[in-house]
């Protein structure tokens, strides 16, 4: 089977709207089956994608130069892991979280194109997703394929797991080359081998120390720097990692602090507005009270001069006849 004629129809198929998708590649299979069996029996196998990956999808088709700055950036984020510098890592983490608020925020534009809206929650794994790209070079290539079927996480540190995340993965490319983000043990040289006991059991010349030692020179210890290295390296990023959380948590804290106010505010607003109202209320039933028992007394002076009339009334008619 052709593997790229079916990664073309999946491009077609995971740019459609969601609604549409299984519509799609039913008619896709049934076009397919006239010349190939069984890239038509692939293609009726193309999964759905979740609403957030199809939404990043989305975004992969419609806005890529959004996807290709996050993937520069975390390129830029990895060579600054990979030479230990931790001020372009917080510098870093700070841009990133801008870039993501803002692709976030061209998603959701992207898919109300579409016609649809995405919830709060979605948009969070759509966010995930993206900083998965960021973080990882096999998820920045899984994201920018436009084929994703579910969203991805990544923490920078090990690979993002991306078996089942995208259809048709024997076609995307394969990530480009570039330093690792720490040092690999692996590829640590062979510990030397130590000195021979003759070697070590020489009497020591009465040089002084210091200079014996810069005339006979300390075995290398690869594997320990290289882990020295790799720790260091780690622990930079998780630093980065924490202080770009804690940045994020407080202005969390600064914009519910403010929300708290508005809505305390708001509330004694209330809260005298409903005072005026009760004392309204209040006012509004003793005049109330007031008015029914004068209209009360009305209705009897009324009715007692109904009375009145009626009796002079009689009396007229008696005179006068």
Same mark, same amino acid.
């Given at each position: 089977?052709?593997?790229?004629?079916?990664?073309? !129809?999946?491009?077609?198929?995971?740019?459609?709207?969601?609604?549409?998708?299984? #519509?799609?590649?039913?008619?896709? #299979?049934?076009?397919?089956?006239?010349?190939?069996?069984?890239?038509?029996? #692939? @293609?009726?196998?193309?999964?759905?994608?979740?609403?957030?990956?199809?939404?990043?999808?989305?975004?992969?088709?419609?806005?890529?130069?959004?996807?290709?700055?996050?993937?520069?950036?975390?390129? /830029?984020?990895?060579?600054?892991?990979?030479?230990?510098?931790?001020?372009?890592?917080?510098?870093?983490?700070?841009?990133?979280?801008?870039?993501?608020?803002?692709?976030?925020?061209?998603?959701?534009?992207? @898919?109300?194109?579409?016609?649809?809206?995405?919830?709060?929650? !979605?948009?969070?794994?759509?966010?995930?997703?993206? *900083?998965?790209?960021?973080?990882?070079?096999?998820?920045?290539?899984?994201?920018?394929?436009?084929?994703?079927?579910?969203?991805?996480?990544?923490?920078?540190?090990?690979?993002?797991?991306?078996?089942?995340?995208?259809?048709?993965?024997?076609?995307?490319?394969?990530?480009?080359?570039?330093?690792?983000?720490?040092?690999?043990?692996?590829? @640590?040289?062979? *510990?030397?081998?130590?000195?021979?006991?003759? /070697?070590?059991?020489?009497?020591?010349?009465?040089?002084?120390?210091?200079?014996? @030692?810069?005339?006979?020179? /300390?075995?290398?210890?690869?594997?320990?720097?290289?882990?020295?290295?790799?720790?260091?390296? %780690?622990?930079?990023?998780?630093?980065?990692?924490?202080?770009?959380?804690?940045?994020?948590?407080?202005?969390?804290?600064?914009?519910?602090?403010?929300? !708290?106010?508005?809505?305390?505010?708001?509330?004694?607003?209330? /809260?005298?507005?409903?005072?005026?109202?009760?004392?309204?209320?209040? *006012?509004?039933?003793?005049?109330?009270?007031?008015?029914?028992?004068?209209?009360?007394? #009305?209705? *009897?002076?009324?009715?007692?001069?109904?009375?009145?009339?009626?009796?002079?009334? %009689?009396?007229?008619?008696?005179?006068?006849?």
């Amino acid at each position: 089977m052709d593997e790229q004629a079916l990664a073309d !129809i999946a491009n077609e198929l995971y740019a459609v709207p969601l609604e549409e998708f299984v #519509a799609a590649r039913t008619a896709a #299979a049934k076009e397919a089956a006239g010349a190939d069996k069984e890239l038509a029996a #692939a @293609v009726k196998g193309l999964p759905k994608p979740s609403v957030a990956a199809w939404a990043v999808n989305m975004l992969a088709q419609h806005e890529p130069d959004v996807l290709a700055e996050l993937a520069d950036l975390g390129s /830029r984020m990895r060579d600054a892991q990979a030479s230990l510098d931790a001020q372009s890592l917080r510098e870093l983490g700070r841009e990133r979280r801008t870039m993501l608020a803002s692709a976030v925020d061209t998603a959701r534009s992207v @898919v109300q194109q579409q016609g649809r809206v995405i919830s709060d929650t !979605i948009a969070a794994d759509v966010e995930e997703t993206l *900083r998965a790209l960021t973080a990882d070079e096999g998820a920045a290539e899984a994201v920018r394929s436009g084929r994703l079927l579910k969203t991805l996480s990544a923490d920078g540190v090990s690979a993002a797991e991306l078996e089942g995340t995208v259809a048709v993965p024997d076609a995307l490319p394969a990530p480009s080359a570039s330093p690792p983000r720490r040092p690999a043990l692996a590829s @640590v040289p062979a *510990r030397k081998e130590r000195p021979t006991p003759e /070697r070590t059991s020489r009497p020591k010349a009465t040089k002084p120390r210091l200079e014996a @030692v810069r005339q006979t020179p /300390r075995p290398a210890s690869p594997p320990a720097l290289e882990k020295a290295k790799a720790a260091l390296a %780690e622990a930079q990023a998780e630093e980065a990692r924490t202080n770009g959380l804690a940045e994020e948590l407080q202005e969390q804290v600064e914009e519910t602090r403010s929300e !708290i106010d508005a809505l305390v505010q708001e509330a004694a607003e209330l /809260r005298e507005r409903l005072k005026a109202a009760e004392e309204q209320l209040d *006012r509004a039933r003793k005049q109330l009270a007031a008015t029914a028992a004068e209209a009360k007394q #009305a209705l *009897r002076e009324a009715d007692k001069a109904g009375r009145t009339v009626m009796l002079a009334r %009689e009396r007229v008619l008696r005179l006068s006849s």
